[in-house]
């Protein structure tokens, strides 16, 4: 009687720490993601003459398009990135000023351009063809399908913040010399203008900010740590944002909102000590495994590359693709989710193994029940 009585306590003790996998959470879960997500191939004469510069100094030139957004989600990415041009007035990069330098016609003819609100491309002057210019545009596709296809895990969306700061010395007064567009400084104004672009195309009920994961935690550090994240089923049909930037430029975004309040991205610090911190952004799924492995097992969120620069594809190389999904980071970022023969003569091109949108992060395998994350 009792052995049975000790037994019973110690299985009961089991069910009680043992995770619970109708919790399964979004920090739980491993999914593909695309590298500017919303990029063209370039202008050919621009590469052409980039490339003839870059010789001289052993660099080449990555170039790589995406389908259409609703095209990817369809595909099965749940992560997307957009870089992001503050434009006020509008206009500011309705012209392709280096077009005009070499003999050709430097207008967009793109109405997008003109209307003000954030510009999307990867470059204001060299790489500026979009599948969609404006920001608030870009989103609403995504929405569009999001209402579509309403038990859809939930969409993950870098915003990388672009602006005069990034430029590397030298290289902003030798644009300015050209006569190019240069990207407007962020401000703290420009920064709430943002928040506000997305709060009045994504609807509240559709957001997963820092204050609802934050919670009753005093840092959103702490909330982490205490698996504060939302479940998978509370996080269907919906989007969450976090920022890419320099740490300037995050630092500005916290001013006046401690601890994101209000705020409706999420920011990814260098240090998983911030106590912002939640996502990271380690790119390095190869030098950086193990790291990458500590955080996701702690219950950060982390973003790393699947191949860089069209290095693994030329090559045929998975190495850094399979580091990255051993690794457990749940955002794992690519430019190749459909081959690109003509390109890059491989038919490298990555994907979620067994086809689904998502499967249970290696690192997460204990917390999560794969047949709750199921479209």
């Known amino acids: ?89 509008g206009g500011r990069f309705s012209e392709y000023r280096f077009l005009y330098m070499i003999g050709e016609d430097g207008k967009s003819h793109d109405p997008e351009l003109e209307t003000p609100g954030f510009k999307v491309m990867h470059d204001v002057n060299f790489d500026f063809y979009s599948t969609c210019h404006l920001f608030t545009e870009c989103l609403s596709q995504m929405l569009d399908w999001s209402n579509a296809h309403a038990n859809h895990l939930p969409i993950f969306i870098q915003i990388e913040v672009k602006s005069d700061e990034l430029a590397l010395p030298g290289v902003g007064n030798y644009l300015k010399s050209l006569d190019l567009v240069m990207p407007l400084p962020e401000t703290t104004g420009l920064l709430d203008a943002l928040d506000q672009e997305i709060r009045n195309t994504i609807p509240a009920h559709q957001l997963i900010t820092p204050d609802q994961m934050r919670g009753n935690y005093a840092t959103l550090r702490e909330a982490v740590l205490a698996n504060n994240w939302p479940t998978i089923a509370d996080s269907r049909g919906k989007f969450i944002f976090y920022m890419n930037a320099i740490p300037e430029i995050q630092q500005l975004y916290l001013v006046g909102h401690p601890q994101l309040n209000g705020r409706v991205l999420f920011t990814s610090p260098d240090s998983p000590s911030a106590d912002d911190a939640a996502f990271l952004i380690l790119n390095g799924a190869i030098d950086e495994y193990q790291k990458i492995k500590d955080l996701v097992s702690a219950g950060f969120i982390v973003r790393t590359r699947a191949d860089s620069g069209t290095t693994e594809a030329f090559n045929n190389d998975y190495r850094t693709w399979e580091a990255a999904l051993q690794s457990g980071a749940q955002i794992i970022s690519t430019d190749f989710i459909v081959p690109d023969f003509p390109m890059t003569g491989t038919d490298y091109h990555v994907f979620i193994p067994n086809g689904d949108p998502a499967r249970c992060s290696p690192m997460r395998a204990s917390f999560c029940n794969a047949s709750q994350i199921a479209e």
Not at 24 to 35: E, G, P
Not at 63 to 85: C, K, S, T
């Open 1 to 89: 009687m009792l052995l049975r009585i000790f037994l019973y306590s110690c299985f009961s003790h089991f069910l009680c720490s043992a995770p619970l996998f109708s919790e399964t959470k979004i920090n739980d879960i491993q999914f593909l993601a695309t590298h500017n997500s919303y990029k063209k191939y370039m202008n050919k004469d621009i590469v052409a003459i980039a490339e003839a510069i870059c010789k001289l100094s052993d660099f080449a030139i990555d170039d790589y398009q995406h389908l259409p957004l609703p095209d990817q989600l369809a595909r099965g990415v749940r992560g997307m990135e957009l870089d992001v041009y503050a434009d006020p007035q």
